[in-house]
């Protein structure tokens, strides 16, 4: 989730727990200590693809937050400690502002690592969007008036009540994905397709309208789910060019990001160039992570040793109304196969 998110969670649950004995500061500590996790994006791990997939790593293993809460409870004990609240408090405390970071980053589509060292397929619930106002409103207002008016009488409970909203609202996304993704498969079965892998994500900015991508074999499938459709979502079907993957095969960035990803990746040879997508994140046409992996000379492919990130698009309002009129529209002309032709032309 993106870092002001991260922070007014974080200041909510310190209010909630400590915020009797330690005031307005309880709201700061909560605020800053919430945002250590991402303190790794300043690492340069040697290329795009390292960058990306060790991101959300070893700082956000729920193992190595657990020992940081543990030393940082035993530091604040031994040189400041308060009477007011028990040990057990305030590890609680810290414990839960630092591994709910990672929690809500693992319910977004980026891939969370939660249980570093362990090799596991980073943790994607997907979702939330990395962004989204309905979650994060109620917890920026706790803290707004928390700060201003301190946590004192019923206004202490305000942060309490902020985080049973927001945790209510993420149950309701939860709802949403389960709906979104049991359509699809009744789609698919209509269809008589065999899913390989399905991966469901909610469109940027709500929780209302769902993209739901199907790996099946040489192609992938796109479908567009909103709570509000009567008739069964449409599936276009679009080309993944996986056979160029196997120019890859000696790749280890390609191999990580496989890896990271759960192959939820297009392949496009443009020009002579190899590009790689990660399928997951934004959406159909603007996706943030392209890679340029390998170019062509002569008929052979020369495999790139460091790894780029191409640019991207971000859409404008254009793109984000026709979105927001496709929610409440199952009607509106929306084809994901012109979208999906940008990632060429803008290569």
């Known amino acids: 989730m993106d870092s002001i998110t991260?922070?007014?969670?974080?200041?909510?649950?310190?209010?909630?727990?400590?915020?009797?004995?330690?005031?307005?500061?309880a709201l700061l500590y909560g605020a800053l200590l919430?945002?250590?996790?991402?303190?790794?994006?300043?690492?340069?791990?040697g290329d795009a693809v390292y960058d990306m997939t060790f991101h959300r790593g070893f700082s956000h293993s729920l193992f190595v937050l657990t020992g940081?809460?543990?030393?940082?409870?035993?530091?604040?004990?031994?040189f400041r400690p308060h009477p007011g609240y028990s040990a057990n408090r305030l590890f609680l405390t810290l414990w839960l502002v630092l591994v709910t970071h990672p929690l809500l980053d693992a319910f977004t589509s980026y891939g969370t690592q939660l249980l570093w060292p362990l090799a596991t397929t980073p943790i994607a619930w997907s979702s939330v969007f990395i962004i989204d106002p309905l979650y994060s409103v109620p917890l920026l207002i706790a803290v707004v008036v928390g700060l201003w008016?301190?946590?004192?009488?019923?206004?202490?409970?305000?942060?309490?009540?902020?985080?049973?909203?927001?945790?209510?609202?993420?149950?309701?996304?939860?709802?949403?994905?389960?709906?979104?993704?049991?359509?699809?498969e009744q789609a698919l079965a209509d269809s008589?397709?065999?899913?390989?892998?399905?991966?469901?994500s909610p469109t940027p900015f709500n929780s209302l309208l769902w993209r739901v991508t199907v790996i099946d074999g040489e192609n992938?499938?796109?479908?567009?789910?909103?709570?509000?459709?009567?008739?069964?979502?449409?599936?276009?079907?679009?080309?993944?060019?996986?056979?160029l993957a196997t120019v890859l095969k000696d790749s280890p960035q390609h191999a990580r990001l496989v890896w990271f990803t759960d192959?939820?990746?297009?392949?496009?040879?443009?020009?002579?160039?190899?590009?790689?997508?990660?399928?997951r994140l934004g959406f159909t046409?603007?996706?943030?992570?392209?890679?340029?992996?390998?170019?062509?000379?002569?008929?052979?492919?020369?495999?790139?040793?460091?790894?780029?990130?191409?640019?991207?698009?971000?859409?404008?309002?254009?793109?984000?109304?026709?979105?927001w009129r496709r929610i409440w529209d199952q009607q509106e002309p929306l084809n994901l196969l012109s979208w999906s032709k940008a990632l060429e032309e803008r290569s």
């Open 192 to 200: 008589g397709i065999q899913a390989e892998r399905v991966f469901s």
């Open 285 to 323: 046409g603007f996706h943030p992570f392209r890679f340029l992996f390998a170019e062509q000379h002569d008929g052979t492919w020369q495999v790139h040793e460091r790894v780029d990130r191409l640019p991207f698009s971000r859409g404008d309002m254009a793109h984000l109304k026709i979105l």
């Open 68 to 78: 940081l809460a543990l030393l940082l409870t035993v530091l604040a004990r031994r």
């Open 263 to 279: 192959d939820m990746l297009r392949y496009d040879q443009v020009g002579d160039e190899l590009i790689v997508t990660d399928l």
């Open 149 to 184: 008016r301190g946590l004192y009488g019923k206004r202490a409970r305000l942060p309490v009540a902020a985080l049973l909203v927001s945790s209510l609202y993420l149950t309701f996304t939860v709802a949403g994905k389960w709906m979104a993704e049991h359509r699809v």
């Open 220 to 243: 992938y499938h796109e479908a567009l789910v909103s709570w509000f459709d009567s008739t069964p979502p449409t599936l276009e079907r679009m080309p993944r060019g996986s056979a």
């Open 6 to 25: 991260q922070a007014v969670l974080g200041a909510s649950i310190q209010g909630a727990l400590l915020g009797r004995w330690q005031g307005r500061r």
């Open 34 to 45: 919430a945002t250590v996790p991402d303190l790794d994006v300043v690492m340069d791990y």
